[in-house]
């Protein structure tokens, strides 16, 4: 099996993928790999993350809020 070098445009497309779906052995192996040996796309790869973990964060804030009933003047709770 030949062994073909990921570039930094197909490693940001499985970073952004992983966040939402698994990736195959295959797809996991080859972004470990280019995340081993380019800075650059592990920090896009962190920024990927915050980003994602930041959304989610905000995704249930907005949801809990939605679920709870407004505040009346007055109520004592």
Known sequence: MK?????????TR??????D??????EKLSLKLHLAMCHACTQCNRQFRL???T???FEITLDKQASTPPHKDGDET
Do not use: I, V, Y
């Open 55 to 57: 959304g989610r964060h």
């Open 51 to 53: 980003l994602h973990q």
């Open 3 to 11: 062994f073909k070098m990921m570039m930094c445009k197909e490693a």
């Open 21 to 26: 779906t698994s990736l195959t052995f295959q």
């Open 14 to 19: 499985l970073m952004s993928k992983q966040l």
